[in-house]
């Protein structure tokens, strides 16, 4: 773990004073959220401003890097974000992430959703040498710096993350060590100007007892309650309940069973209690991932 400054400000000469942020293995353009979250009042970002920040460690400093705060609650200003899912390192990943950086320089985004599969890293476990996977995920971070260091990069987890039921494989400790994400990281809300975010873990049980369920009602529950502010409620997850791919087609959760090579733990509440929740209430808009690549954008300017 090494402690990296921060430094940031409303000009390009960053006159606010650095500060200390723990970064580890973490993307340094990742954790500038949580550090805008933890360091009190004066750190707040202000509404559609332009804000600038620099990172220094070990010597080296990172260029001066804008980005725009979103509107604050309530505010009618149109909310742009980007969706992304199954990126991974190939040759397509590439031009996708060329594509955003385009539609970056014709459009101001407040932030990209990354539903899932993110690096395809654990994909190198069995056929390549020790540390092979943290390499693959580091020239994944280099390769979408240009897009996540100017706005937030809001992932949550596939099944190439979470493969739990194997040893060899992920089991989401390296995602949570490289993304700051809010809440337990794997399921999370957060809001932007008009838009209420939900972020479920399809690789988890969400059924009407489980820990996901009961939090993910309770979430939608509030989010209605504050349409006045957020008019716009948007569930994005990585597996989706409804595919007409012929290969994934509909995540129905799985029993447990050990048939395969692996144990394999049981998920359930996707095919009743969860598409229960989204009709109860009233959710707007669902982003997922899977089909891979995925690439596609989202502008919404009220209700």
Same mark, same amino acid.
């Given at each position: 773990?090494?402690? #990296?400054?921060?430094?940031?400000?409303?000009?390009?000469?960053?006159?606010?004073?650095?500060?200390?942020? +723990?970064?580890?293995?973490?993307? +340094?353009?990742?954790?500038?959220?949580?550090?805008?979250?933890?360091?009190?009042?004066?750190?707040?970002?202000?509404?559609?401003?332009?804000?600038?920040?620099?990172?220094?460690?070990?010597?080296?400093?990172?260029?001066?890097?804008?980005? &725009?705060?979103?509107?604050?609650?309530?505010?009618?200003?149109?909310?742009? %974000?980007?969706?992304?899912?199954?990126?991974?390192?190939?040759?397509? $990943?590439?031009?996708?992430?060329?594509?955003?950086?385009?539609?970056?320089?014709?459009?101001?985004?407040?932030?990209?959703?990354?539903?899932?599969?993110? $690096?395809?890293?654990?994909?190198?476990?069995? $056929?390549?040498?020790?540390?092979?996977?943290?390499?693959?995920?580091?020239?994944?971070?280099?390769?979408?710096?240009?897009?996540?260091?100017?706005? +937030?990069?809001?992932?949550?987890?596939?099944?190439?993350?979470?493969?739990?039921?194997?040893?060899?494989?992920?089991?989401?400790?390296?995602?949570?060590?490289? %993304?700051?994400?809010?809440?337990?990281?794997?399921?999370?809300?957060?809001?932007?100007?008009?838009?209420?975010?939900?972020?479920?873990?399809?690789?988890?049980?969400?059924? +009407?007892?489980?820990?996901?369920?009961?939090?993910?009602?309770?979430?939608?529950?509030?989010?209605?309650?504050?349409? =006045?502010?957020?008019?716009?409620? &948007?569930? %994005?997850?990585?597996?989706?309940?409804?595919? #007409?791919?012929?290969?994934?087609?509909?995540?129905?959760?799985?029993? %447990?069973?050990?048939? $395969?090579?692996?144990?394999?733990?049981?998920?359930?509440?996707?095919? =009743?209690?969860?598409?229960?929740?989204? &009709?109860?209430?009233?959710?707007?808009?669902?982003?997922?991932?899977?089909? #891979?690549?995925?690439?596609? =954008?989202?502008?919404?300017?009220?209700?």
């Amino acid at each position: 773990l090494r402690t #990296s400054q921060i430094r940031s400000g409303l000009h390009i000469d960053l006159y606010i004073a650095p500060v200390q942020v +723990a970064l580890g293995c973490r993307y +340094a353009g990742l954790v500038l959220h949580q550090w805008v979250h933890t360091r009190g009042s004066d750190a707040q970002p202000h509404p559609w401003h332009d804000h600038y920040y620099q990172i220094e460690s070990n010597g080296e400093k990172s260029a001066v890097i804008k980005f &725009v705060a979103a509107p604050k609650p309530g505010s009618m200003t149109p909310v742009s %974000f980007m969706h992304v899912g199954d990126v991974g390192t190939f040759g397509t $990943s590439v031009m996708v992430t060329n594509d955003m950086m385009k539609r970056m320089e014709k459009q101001q985004f407040h932030g990209l959703i990354h539903c899932g599969d993110i $690096s395809y890293a654990n994909k190198f476990n069995h $056929s390549r040498p020790d540390n092979a996977e943290q390499k693959v995920w580091d020239t994944w971070g280099q390769m979408v710096e240009p897009v996540g260091s100017k706005m +937030a990069y809001m992932a949550v987890p596939g099944n190439h993350e979470l493969d739990i039921y194997d040893s060899t494989n992920e089991n989401g400790t390296i995602y949570t060590k490289r %993304f700051i994400m809010p809440g337990n990281e794997r399921y999370f809300s957060f809001g932007v100007g008009m838009v209420q975010f939900v972020a479920v873990s399809t690789d988890e049980s969400i059924d +009407a007892t489980s820990t996901q369920g009961e939090w993910f009602k309770n979430v939608l529950t509030k989010a209605n309650q504050n349409r =006045d502010n957020r008019p716009w409620l &948007v569930v %994005f997850q990585h597996r989706p309940i409804y595919n #007409s791919n012929n290969k994934h087609k509909n995540w129905k959760g799985r029993q %447990f069973n050990t048939s $395969s090579r692996y144990v394999n733990p049981e998920i359930i509440g996707w095919t =009743d209690n969860f598409p229960t929740l989204l &009709v109860e209430h009233n959710v707007d808009l669902m982003l997922m991932g899977t089909c #891979s690549p995925l690439r596609e =954008d989202m502008a919404h300017e009220g209700p």
